[in-house]
Every structure is written in structure tokens, then in C-alpha cells.
T-cell receptor
Framework: NAGVTQTPKFRVLKTGQSMTLLCAQDMNHEYMYWYRQDPGMGLRLIHYSVGEGTTAKGEVPDGYNVSRLKKQNFLLGLESAAPSQTSVYFC?????????FGNGTRLTVT | SQQGEEDPQALSIQEGENATMNCSYKTSINNLQWYRQNSGRGLVHLILIRSNEREKHSGRLRVTLDTSKKSSSLLITASRAADTASYFCATDAGSAAGNKLTFGGGTRVLVKP
């Protein structure tokens, strides 16, 4: 019973490079989310999805894009990474309001 | 912007003692939730309290909610070393789409054996 799986676990990028973070859930949840966690800031919502084929902006969407082509997958893309995007990224899914989180991707942009 | 603000930011106690942390928020909510995060891991849901509830228990956890003061508290009784973690409150404003949660900055709890 995997729950929410994030890949990769760690990544180092150079400024201007692009990458995609993958989130997969096996709980058949409709809702999925991408958060970033920075020291002292708690978690901030980047983008979310209320179902397959839908996406919406959260609190801090600039510099990120997302896609939800399949219900179980939610992809977060960085087209041109910046040092300000150094953070830990968490994916979560939910069905009735409580969130199930993956273990995060630690991204460093140099 | 953060909806929930936890207090204190850090807490150090001896095993067996109780740990209390508080959360204040700014706008009306549908429910408030508490999560735990162990170092290097994702958040794990602990307990949810709805806006029409005042107190809720789950094992050694007790949560209170005062909507008039826009505040909540989490009490961990008889703490154990395994309770060492960061604890976050999260508010659900009840938006029509997405059950979006807004998280506070967290309280780091250290339980010394």
C-alpha cells in the first residue's frame, strides 16, 4: 500500500534548467496538491487539481506548471529554475478533506 | 500568506510531561486539522475538528477549538521520545473546490528521554 509516491527524492539543478517532479497516488483520490515547504514558512500551496484533466493555481504558482492527465498522477514542472525555487516540495492527495502526503522532493537550485 | 500561526515555535520537554501548542487563524473556517511531520518525512494527519465542535480526543491527543477567538490548541499527554516532531495546524475555509488547506509555520517539539 504505497499511498503517495514522489520522484525524485533529491535533485540539484542549475539556474535556468528545467525539470518535472512526479507524484503518484494509489488511493483513487480526486484531489491532488503541490506544496512547497521553506524554513519558518510552513507549507504553501503551489497548484492543485480537483480531478483528472483539471488544474488550478494556489498561493504561489509563479514559475511552476502542472498537469493531471491521469487521475493517479500529478506532475509539477519548473521550466526555468531559479535559486528562489530551492525548497522541499510535497505532493498530497485527498478524498474527504484530510491530506495524505508523500515524503517530499528536496530541490536545490544553484 | 499563512492562515494559521503556531505558538510556541519550539518546545522542549521531558518524556512523560504534557506538551501544549496553540494555533491562531484569521478567517472563518470549515474545519481545523493538525498534522505531524517527522524529520525528512511528509506530514501525517492527526486529528480534524469541525467548526461546530469545541473539543476532540484521539488517544493521547486532545484538541480544542474556540471559533470566537479563532484559536485552537493541541495537547499531547504523557509525551514519549517518539513524539519528537514538528506539528502543524491547517485550516480549511470550506471553499467550493478542492478542500484546500492553509498551513501554519509549525511548532518543533523535542521530547527528551
Amino acid at each position: 500500500n504505497a499511498g503517495v509516491t514522489q520522484t525524485p527524492k533529491f535533485r540539484v539543478l542549475k539556474t535556468g534548467q528545467s525539470m518535472t517532479l512526479l507524484c503518484a497516488q494509489d488511493m483513487n483520490h480526486e484531489y491532488m496538491y503541490w506544496y512547497r515547504q521553506d524554513p519558518g514558512m510552513g507549507l504553501r500551496l503551489i497548484h492543485y487539481s480537483v480531478g483528472e484533466g483539471t488544474t488550478a493555481k494556489g498561493e504561489v504558482p509563479d514559475g511552476y506548471n502542472v498537469s493531471r492527465l491521469k487521475k493517479q498522477n500529478f506532475l509539477l514542472g519548473l521550466e526555468s529554475a531559479a535559486p528562489s525555487q530551492t525548497s522541499v516540495y510535497f505532493c498530497a492527495s485527498s478524498y474527504i478533506g484530510t491530506l495524505h502526503f508523500g515524503n517530499g522532493t528536496r530541490l536545490t537550485v544553484t | 500568506s499563512q492562515q494559521g500561526e503556531e505558538d510556541p515555535q519550539a518546545l522542549s520537554i521531558q518524556e512523560g510531561e504534557n506538551a501544549t501548542m496553540n494555533c491562531s487563524y484569521k478567517t472563518s473556517i470549515n474545519n481545523l486539522q493538525w498534522y505531524r511531520q517527522n524529520s525528512g518525512r511528509g506530514l501525517v494527519h492527526l486529528i480534524l475538528i469541525r467548526s461546530n465542535e469545541r473539543e476532540k480526543h484521539s488517544g493521547r491527543l486532545r484538541v480544542t477549538l474556540d471559533t470566537s477567538k479563532k484559536s485552537s490548541s493541541l495537547l499531547i499527554t504523557a509525551s514519549r521520545a517518539a513524539d519528537t516532531a514538528s506539528y502543524f495546524c491547517a485550516t480549511d475555509a470550506g471553499s467550493a473546490a478542492g478542500n484546500k488547506l492553509t498551513f501554519g509555520g509549525g511548532t518543533r517539539v523535542l521530547v527528551k528521554p
